[in-house]
Nanobody
């Protein structure tokens, strides 16, 4: 079984910063990509950024330079640093993992999300 867990969300003032973390664990042979998405109330889930095993990074245009994705020190861990937060950034942030799972092959796995609330 594979688990994807996000952490680091919470309440933050406008202009503040947050660092979200995601860790994948379980029967993982290898990981192709790890990425971040978010979903605001009443909106579709939108792509933010992803990082491949070849260290190729892709950002959505909507990030506008305020989002930085990186691999943390631990294995199968990816972080998302967000700066200059505004109320429009309020959303549930999800970690997405595309990996080779034991006995299953390639599979896309989602975390349950972490809530970021920016209060004005």
């Amino acid at each position: 079984q594979v688990h994807v867990v996000e952490s680091g969300g919470g309440l933050v003032q406008p202009g503040g910063s947050l660092r979200l973390s995601c860790t994948a664990s379980g029967s993982i042979f290898s990981i192709d990509t790890m990425g971040w998405y978010r979903q605001a109330p009443g909106k579709r889930r939108e792509f933010l950024a992803r990082l491949s095993t070849t260290q190729r990074t892709t950002y959505a245009d909507s990030t506008k330079g305020r989002f930085t994705i990186s691999r943390d020190n631990g294995k199968n861990t990816v972080d998302l640093q967000i700066t200059s937060l505004n109320p429009e950034d309020t959303a549930v942030y999800y970690c997405n993992v595309v990996a080779v799972i034991a006995g299953e092959g390639y599979r896309e796995v989602w975390g349950q999300g972490t809530l970021v609330t920016v209060s004005s």
